[in-house]
């Protein structure tokens, strides 16, 4: 599922004039990184500080050409099959609510910045095999966020669900919209 979401963004962005795609391999190697990075939050429950290992399923960028001249935008990809739950009462298990308090630190606090090396946006690419699924997963990162969280997407790709046969590259992840908690949704094909 991972790489097809990559090939599909990368088959799509190679026929975009403006758009360059940009590796995981060329912005780990370039930041001299591993994609893990542990990351101190609280635990809702208890609110003691834990530090858990976020693994996002990969890593991409896309560099935009512009009238200015060139912008850059930095993407994490989490591929949902529906294998977690919403919340856990064990910390330890990731789930949907782990995750997007990880980011919250991660993303929201600026700290992929000192790890990836990186100055552009990053935004999480959270794609669900199913259309409720995502819309719930949007509903807890708007919980998390009551002002609204702009740097989590949401987009549903059903192609994986059950029965399960091998997709065509889906160019709406590039040139679709992203759904927002309580900002209106993007294309990510757009600086």
């Known amino acids: 599922m991972v790489s097809s979401i990559t090939a599909s963004i990368e088959l799509s962005a190679s026929a975009h004039p403006q758009l360059t795609y940009i590796s995981a391999a060329d912005i780990l190697e370039r930041a001299e990184a591993e994609l893990s990075y542990p990351v101190e939050f609280a635990d809702p429950a208890s609110g003691e500080r834990v530090t858990k290992a976020l693994k996002p399923d990969t890593l991409f960028g896309l560099q935009y050409e512009t009238e200015r001249g060139s912008r850059y935008r930095f993407f994490v990809v989490e591929a949902d099959r529906a294998t977690e ?9 990731k789930s949907v609510l782990r995750n997007v308090l990880q980011y919250r630190e991660y993303i929201g606090l600026g700290r992929y910045k000192q790890h990836l090396k990186l100055t552009a946006p990053l935004l ?3 794609v669900c095999t199913d259309r409720k699924r995502a819309e719930r997963m949007q509903q807890v990162a708007g919980e ?4 609204g969280n702009a740097y989590l997407l949401f987009q549903a790709w059903t192609d994986f669900a059950a029965p399960f046969r091998p997709p065509y590259p889906n160019t709406a992840l590039l040139h ?3 759904q927002r908690a309580g900002h209106a949704p993007l294309s990510i094909d757009r600086a």
């Open 144 to 147: 998390q966020s009551p002002g």
């Open 124 to 126: 999480v690419l959270m």
């Open 85 to 93: 739950p919403y919340t856990s009462r064990h910390f330890n298990r």
């Open 176 to 178: 679709g919209q992203w």
